[in-house]
T-cell receptor
Framework: TQLLEQSPQFLSIQEGENLTVYCNSS?????LQWYRQEPGEGPVLLVT?????EVKKLKRLTFQFGDARKDSSLHITAAQTGDTGLYLC?????????????FGKGTKLSVKP | ETGVTQTPRHLVMGMTNKKSLKCEQH?????MYWYKQSAKKPLELMFV???????ENNSVPSRFSPECPNSSHLFLHLHTLQPEDSALYLC????????????????FGPGTRLTVT
């Protein structure tokens, strides 16, 4: 069974601090996606990483896919209160069939003013 | 309307009721999904429809019955649910990747918060 473990499960920081959250698996994924979900809403796609070692930046967010395509990290620089939410990673199993995303349980981030 | 919409946003139902959840996508996608999101559990995929045909059913109890009349609409019919079925039900859509590759970037609706009493 392919599992995605996300850590930490909860994170509470002050505005302006930096943070990193992790998404780890013992399995290889053909791609990995990061979503942010705010209370009462559905997840919103932030980025997809495909190539081992790939780094993508989205303003203050930096996403990295591990060389072996088994893990990923999300680093936020100078966090803002608007970054508060549940961060989910999802790995694509590949194999060509639909619905091949495996989701982690998420990291719940709270950024305090 | 843009993106993926879901109605109702909140639903409270008794165990003997019958209700339906509705999802509509305005993105021109050809695949749609139902997920269940419970506290302390990862998102659980329930059903997948690709080109209006059900392609996956992850051992979901028969009290949940999906329907996909066309590529833009998806329903989840609910009948004699249990309290443990209380959760956020999320609909998503994606564009089916070409054979042999592609990524399944899914676009989610806001969800229906279901409470079974």
């Amino acid at each position: 069974t392919q599992l995605l473990e996300q850590s930490p499960q909860f994170l509470s920081i002050q505005e302006g601090e930096n943070l990193t959250v992790y998404c780890n698996s013992s399995s290889v994924f053909s791609s990995l996606q990061w979503y942010r979900q705010e209370p009462g809403e559905g997840p919103v796609l932030l980025v997809t990483v495909v190539t081992g070692g790939e780094v993508k930046k989205l303003k203050r967010l930096t996403f990295q896919f591990g060389d072996a395509r088994k893990d990923s990290s999300l680093h936020i620089t100078a966090a803002q209160t608007g970054d508060t939410g549940l961060y989910l990673c999802a790995g694509e199993r590949g194999g060509g069939s639909q619905g091949n995303l495996i989701f982690g349980k998420g990291t719940k981030l709270s950024v305090k003013p | 309307e843009t993106g993926v919409t879901q109605t109702p946003r909140h639903l409270v139902m008794g165990m003997t009721n019958k209700k339906s959840l509705k999802c509509e996508q305005h993105l021109g996608h050809n695949a749609m999904y139902w997920y269940k999101q419970s506290a302390k559990k990862p998102l659980e995929l329930m059903f997948v429809y690709s080109l209006e045909e059900r392609v996956e059913n992850n051992s979901v109890p028969s009290r949940f019955s999906p329907e996909c009349p066309n590529s833009s609409h998806l329903f989840l019919h609910l009948h004699t649910l249990q309290p443990e079925d209380s959760a956020l039900y999320l609909c998503a859509s994606s564009q089916e990747a070409p054979a042999g590759g592609g990524t399944y970037e899914q676009y989610f609706g806001p969800g229906t918060r279901l409470t079974v009493t």
